[in-house]
């Protein structure tokens, strides 16, 4: 079973401009998570999706950030503008709808904001 | 608001030592309770769970006790090697809508 995939993996941008990332998840899985890894701490969920709804996007900044998943599969996040405090790894992670099971996770994508 | 604390790290082990990680959380109604571990270079992977009070999850000499009483899920394993040295996080998930919470993350060295 192919796990989740996300691209780039690296992304070296200065700041204001913008970045996108992308995340595919495990075939089936119903439920889609960005999360914002900055070095040394914990991931921060930035939104999650069932299907296509978004079921939480407390912690974006969505004057900055958008995500999208389009017919319920993939994901893009995208930064505009981007800021140094940006710098971070960003997850992808999916999950079977129902009782929770665990999140599977991508290797990230690293952003670095110069 | 619900959320995870973790001993601070980094620890450091000698190989075959005994090792515990303590977690302890804050939430409204009765979660699950996960640890996830990313080894140097890797994605996070799930550990192991446990869904409900005095459940133990257990994975690769791993063990974790759900106790309510004292809303902890400690991380233990009796003999590390070096291979275990990752970030270890615990992390709790919201049954109502799967949102899972991290705790900060405990760094893990064991050497030789």
């Known amino acids: 079973e192919a796990g989740v995939a996300q691209s780039p993996r690296y992304k070296i941008i200065e700041k204001r401009q913008s970045v996108a990332f992308w995340c595919n998840p495990i075939s089936g899985h119903a439920t889609l998570y960005w999360y914002q890894q900055i070095l040394g701490q914990g991931p921060k969920l930035l939104i999650q999706?069932?299907?296509?709804?978004?079921?939480?996007d407390s912690q974006l900044p969505k004057d900055r950030f958008s995500a999208e998943r389009l017919k319920g599969v993939d994901s893009t996040l995208k930064i505009q503008p981007a800021k140094l405090e940006d710098s971070a790894v960003y997850l992808c992670?999916?999950?079977?709808?129902?009782?929770?099971?665990?999140?599977?996770f991508g290797e990230g994508s690293r952003l670095t904001v110069l | 608001g619900d959320s995870v604390t973790q001993m601070e790290g980094p620890v450091t082990l000698s190989e075959e030592a005994f090792l515990t990680i303590n977690c302890t959380y804050t939430?409204?109604?009765?979660?699950?309770l996960f640890w996830y571990v990313q080894y140097p270079g890797e994605g996070l992977q799930l550990l192991l769970k446990?869904?409900?009070?005095?459940d133990k999850g257990s994975n690769k000499g791993f063990e974790a006790t759900y106790r309510k009483e004292t809303t902890s899920f400690h991380l233990e394993k009796g003999s590390v090697q070096v291979s275990d040295s990752a970030v270890y996080f615990c992390?709790?998930?919201?049954?109502?809508?799967?949102?899972?919470?991290f705790g900060p993350g405990t760094s893990l060295s064991v050497i030789p």
């Open positions: 939430a409204t109604g009765y979660p699950s």
């Open positions: 446990a869904t409900k009070a005095d």
């Open positions: 999706f069932q299907n296509n709804g978004v079921v939480d």
């Open positions: 992670a999916s999950s079977l709808a129902g009782p929770p099971g665990g999140l599977f």
């Open positions: 992390a709790l998930s919201l049954t109502s809508y799967d949102k899972v919470i």
